[in-house]
């Protein structure tokens, strides 16, 4: 890995590398982040990196395709970069994911999801392995699960362990889908960053479906969100002063300034830092080593805030979904997010709530889901004004709604999660894996998205 830009950088270059995320307001696009768990779909045990049908070997089966390079870091494949700027990525517990392009609409995203799975089940059809969306990893523990051979991972792990009892719960045993929402300028970014915050609880509660692990019900409705809650205090969470109204850019590189530093990359080689905090790094140096610009990109990467800043916004706080509800997930952020009427209206719904009251719904809610309360209400029928309320964003941005109706009649008709109804089955099943398998399968034909 060579250093793009070795010069030594100060405050204000931090300042500006948020600035220079702002786009046209022509040209906002939209980007998708999908976690899946490799399996085998007798068992629904984890398909690990390694060995015979492992997930590196199906990497590199996907390599025959010419729009995949190859990124390894000696021996091990870890990444496919597509030429689109599309990247198929491995989480610690070989989760595969695929980091989208940007793309201008939602049927653009379902296309390139589509193509994506098409190539995963042609790749991987003939071994016996299945991939699900799911926010917890149904069957397998995260010590039966090992972790990627990745230099990240190596100092991660370690760092991790010490910060949270339920860390490496999070690294092996959770998959996720996020979405990336790109802004204009300053105020647009903040003013999305403090909306997307200001209901993350009440999405993850939305899409909540991780209520299966080890094998059986594990009496949460997202457990994926529990186990983030104890992960790191320092990097997880909630981020109060994003709600203010008049947060700007500064406030979020103050909090970046003082969460500690894991690692930086100099001539090929991954250094730990030891916890010292990028604010130090940048005023002192450490080891021997000065801050640039590649540590900065780094550093924010590191961050795991329900919603993080990059030169976008993203959205962090749902877990992984079956292939009917994964649209879904984008179609209600960008409903809301890219319509101003629309985030008013949503950020009138929850400006009133103290911080304190958010994190306390933020905690009712891994268990609850959509029966969480606040203020003595359960959340449900917010859920469904949100619901609501993107959709309108979404008519009037020309959008395709379709990928509404998942949500719209799980969350307006059913009154339920996907986790609740995911339970319902499970228990109709006599607990049958082959049946949550099928039932989660992004290869199992009738299950495709719109």
Known sequence: MNEPDSRRIGYEDLVRYFHEGSKPSGCLRIGGEYELFGVHARTGVAVPYEGEGGIQSILNRLLKNPRWAPLCEKEHLICLLGKDSSNVTLEPGAQIELSGAPR?????????????????HSVSGDLGIDFIGIGMHPVSRQEEIPFVAKC??????????????????????????QVN?????EADAMDKLRTAMGITSMVSAMFANSPLSGGRANGFMTRREYVWMHTDPDRCGLLSFALREDARFEDYLRYALKVPMMFVVREGKWVPMNGISFGDFLERGALGLQAIMEDWRLHLSTLFPEVRLKQYIEVRGVDAQSPGMVLSVPALWKGILYDPEARRATWDMVRGWSFDERLKLHEEICRLGLRARIRGKIILGMAQELVRIAKQGLRRQGEDLRFMDPLEELILEKEQTPAEVLLEKWESWNHDVQKLIRNCSYFHESGWIP
Not at 104 to 120: A, D, G, M, Q, V
Not at 153 to 175: F, N, Q, R, V
């Open 104 to 120: 201008s609409t939602l049927l653009e995203l379902s296309e390139e999801l589509k193509e994506y799975i098409r190539e995963l």
């Open 152 to 177: 990240r991972y190596d100092i991660m792990a370690p760092y991790l362990k010490e910060k949270g009892l339920l860390s490496h719960h999070m690294m092996k045993e959770t998959a996720t889908v």
């Open 181 to 185: 929402l790109d802004y204009t300028d």
